[in-house]
T-cell receptor
Framework: QKEVEQNSGPLSVPEGAIASLNCTYSDRVSQSFFWYRQYSGKSPELIMSIYSNGDKEDGRFTAQLNKASQYVSLLIRDSQPSDSATYLCAVIMNSGGYQKVTFGTGTKLQVIP | KAGVTQTPRYLIKTRGQQVTLSCSPI?????VSWYQQTPGQGLQFLFEYFSETQRNKGNFPGRFSGRQFSNSRSEMNVSTLELGDSALYLCASSLEPRDSEAFFGQGTRLTVV
């Protein structure tokens, strides 16, 4: 089992719809979770962080965390063509006395005009 | 203010050689993390430096090493290069370790032939 799993996609949604991106993780004691957006040929940029169970909203983005189910998701409301990118889920895990950031392989989102 | 600067942007090396990559963080940021990104493995955490000390590390062989200077600039070194080391190497800076606001540089594209 991968430590952080995401569906690679592509996930295609029409413009104006809600895009739902999902991520599961293996380390039950993880406490910190991040969503990054990466446009093709560009470096990742942080869009959301979440640490507590429940929802966290920032503009059109909502991150949802359920630690019992080891599940974190990102909702994008009113999707725009400019949201088309790969979305990376990142989890901080403990490994051998160190904390390491583990990324999923990303979900490619395509917003169709 | 200036973003994270990585040099060089592109590099071609031969198997067995060594390479040094440089990362200058955003002014005032004291934490620098390094990542390797490949199409097959995604984004993988190499190590994190803060105040000239390695704070965290990922699961990479000892051929991968780094250091941080008193001005927070960081270098990453890979010795005895292998074909599989061909990747995009990204660094990210933040004010403190595990700070939610981490900013990535544009990366160094390393090709090993």
């Amino acid at each position: 089992q991968k430590e952080v799993e995401q569906n690679s996609g592509p996930l295609s949604v029409p413009e104006g719809a809600i895009a739902s991106l999902n991520c599961t993780y293996s380390d039950r004691v993880s406490q910190s979770f991040f969503w990054y957006r990466q446009y093709s040929g560009k470096s990742p940029e942080l869009i959301m962080s979440i640490y507590s169970n429940g929802d966290k909203e920032d503009g059109r983005f909502t991150a949802q965390l359920n630690k019992a189910s080891q599940y974190v998701s990102l909702l994008i409301r009113d999707s725009q063509p400019s949201d088309s990118a790969t979305y990376l889920c990142a989890v901080i895990m403990n490994s051998g006395g160190y904390q390491k950031v583990t990324f999923g392989t990303g979900t490619k989102l395509q917003v169709i005009p | 203010k200036a973003g994270v600067t990585q040099t060089p942007r592109y590099l071609i090396k031969t198997r067995g050689q060594q390479v040094t990559l440089s990362c200058s963080p955003i002014s005032g940021h004291r934490s620098v993390s390094w990542y390797q990104q490949t199409p097959g493995q995604g984004l993988q955490f190499l190590f994190e430096y803060f105040s000239e000390t390695q704070r965290n590390k990922g699961n990479f062989p000892g051929r991968f090493s780094g250091r941080q200077f008193s001005n927070s600039r960081s270098e990453m070194n890979v010795s005895t290069l292998e074909l599989g080391d061909s990747a995009l190497y990204l660094c990210a800076s933040s004010l403190e370790p595990r700070d939610s606001e981490a900013f990535f540089g544009q990366g160094t594209r390393l090709t090993v032939v």
